[in-house]
């Protein structure tokens, strides 16, 4: 019987965990600590969700309803340990064993082809497949600066809580989720704090109307590129824009899907109340307690907190087996095909933004999927990776807008619909599927290589009503320009630019009833055409961060 290795027990191990074994394969599953859950047993204690808790969980295990919308750290832990001890995968793991090699099979065919080696701290065992679930939040980034800070310098990786700092002044390096989380943590106990923000990045808040993001109900009714304008209208209104804080770079790109977005408004709001200042240059060396910023200034500070992400480090693979790009692996199949290996599969190195632990599954379903395709071709195997890249585009993104991803499993997934169609028509015969054979799923190959990064805006039409999503306030400033072709007018009412307004609740949403849109506010009137079925506002435009 064929037996298959999964590294690490965090959420994603877990979750191959739980697809293989419900399926009947003999899975192995190492862990290098003694306990499930990854990164949520040692993470930061100020650490919450950015995304919802009733998207944000495992198939058919919820969280608790009892748990707060946006749960803590501890939570989450408690959370995954229970999912583990429900499904009877704590028993199944072989904890306190480090993965120390995974070596490929020696075979004249496609490297991995023959299945892979792989050795522990207990031993050695060779396995037809492996899926590597390790995850890439635990090889902290620390940038390199000339010269020698006199005290503490702490990655958020070990950052705990404001326990750790010394003194009273510090320096905060790097502004995406965990930066401007260290930095709020600071600031509401009383710390004088500084953010280095080198870069501007759209800050969207985690709630609208009064309900996560995710559960936003009437966004579903628009395509992803409505939906980026939609919320960048709606932080406009409820925090304003970045020029509103003093030193806070203004983003250089029009859309989030383009560059970076940080969930949290609770560093603006501590900007606004002096405890937190932005430092908009970078650093450029260290003298004691001094820190030098490119631009020449120069200021003192007791501690330093780096917030400046992770490498995406796999240290039981020979390097050369690893082919990458800007850092990163390359992967085909929504980031789980390796390129150039066989019968190796990626498990959670891949960060679609909104919720994370869902994507674990999906990814290890098609995982299981392959695995079935390769017993199905023979000792050969079924050469997966070389066909993945024939077919489709390699990609080195960790972040990675959700809407995209989506349309790489689609195509993925009828791509393996067609390969599975050739296996029977001549199960003996490894032949691969041609180009001929897909002839079909051309279009969904050519989206597919169009989403591989951001398309340019198309002109502006004018538009038509349909819906109207009514607010009570926007700013005077230019309304974000439109994308795709989207047709969307911007109207304000008479007397509705009030400083001390504020959202509008639900109601005021329109679906095409008969609710009143009467009141003075604004209307975004979307185009009545719809390119293609709409997806769920958990499945587009929300942002995950490195940590959901």
């Known amino acids: 019987m064929s037996k298959y290795c999964v590294i690490g027990a965090g959420a994603a191990g877990l979750s191959a965990l739980d697809v293989l074994t ?79 090699s995974v070596t490929p099979v020696e075979t004249d065919g496609p490297v991995g082809s023959a299945g892979w080696m792989v050795t522990t701290s207990a031993g050695a065992d060779a396995y037809d497949g492996v899926l590597v679930a390790s995850g890439h939040l635990w090889d902290a980034k620390i940038p390199t600066v000339p010269g020698t800070f006199a005290g503490p310098q702490i990655h958020s990786s070990a950052y705990q809580n404001t326990d750790d700092i010394h003194g009273r002044r510090v320096l905060v390096i790097g502004a995406g989720n965990s930066g401007c989380d260290l930095a709020v943590d600071a600031a509401q106990h009383r710390f004088e704090v500084d953010i280095v923000v080198r870069h501007g990045a759209y800050f969207q808040p985690k709630m609208y109307f009064g309900r996560p993001r995710q559960q936003v109900s009437f966004m579903s009714e628009f395509s992803p590129a409505d939906q980026d304008l939609i919320a960048r209208l709606l932080a406009r209104v409820s925090i304003g824009q970045n020029s509103d804080y003093p030193g806070l770079p203004v983003p250089t790109h029009d859309r989030l899907a383009e560059g970076p977005v940080v969930v949290n408004d609770l560093l603006l709001y501590w900007i606004h109340h002096g405890r937190v200042t932005v430092i908009g240059h970078g650093v450029s060396r260290f003298d004691g307690n001094t820190v030098h910023f490119t631009d020449g200034t120069a200021k003192d500070y007791d501690t330093i907190l780096y917030a400046t992400g992770f490498h995406s480090t796999l240290p039981f693979l020979e390097e050369s087996l690893v082919p990458r790009r800007n850092g990163h692996p390359l992967r085909y199949a929504g980031g789980i095909v390796p390129k150039g290996l066989e019968k190796l599969y990626y498990v959670g190195l891949s960060a679609p933004r909104g919720p994370q632990i869902p994507i674990y599954g999906v990814q290890t379903k098609i995982a299981e999927r392959m695995i079935r395709l390769h017993e199905q071709a023979g000792p050969g195997g079924a050469n997966l990776a070389g066909y993945f890249g024939r077919l489709q585009e390699a990609d080195d993104r960790v ?48 989206l597919h290589r169009q989403h591989a990064r951001p398309r340019p805006p ?53 679906g095409g009833d008969s609710r009143s849109s009467q009141s003075p506010g604004v209307r975004l009137i979307p185009h009545r055409r719809r390119r293609q079925p709409m997806r769920s506002a958990r499945d587009t435009m929300i942002p995950s961060g490195p940590r959901t």
């Open 22 to 100: 419900s399926r009947g394969h003999q899975v192995d599953c190492f862990e290098k600590s003694d306990r499930v859950g990854g990164h949520w047993n040692t993470d930061y204690d100020a650490l919450h969700l950015i995304t919802s808790r009733d998207m944000t969980n495992f198939e058919e295990f919820q969280m608790p309803s009892s748990y707060p919308h946006f749960p803590r750290r501890d939570q989450i832990r408690d959370y995954i340990h229970s999912y583990a001890a429900e499904r009877g995968h704590d028993a199944r793991v072989h904890f306190s064993t480090e993965v120390v």
């Open 399 to 446: 972040d990675i807008p959700r809407d995209i991803w989506n349309a790489q499993i689609a195509d993925t997934e009828r791509l393996l619909d067609a390969y599975m169609a050739s296996l029977q028509g001549d199960r003996v015969s490894t032949r691969q599927p041609t180009r001929g054979d897909h002839r079909q799923l051309s279009q969904t190959s050519t």
């Open 458 to 510: 198309m002109p502006i039409r004018k538009a038509r009503a349909s819906r109207q999503l009514k607010c009570s306030e926007i700013t005077r400033s230019p309304v974000p320009r439109l994308e795709h072709g989207c047709s969307v007018s911007v109207v304000v009412a008479a007397g509705s630019l009030r400083p001390d307004s504020s959202l509008c609740s639900p109601a005021y949403v329109s």
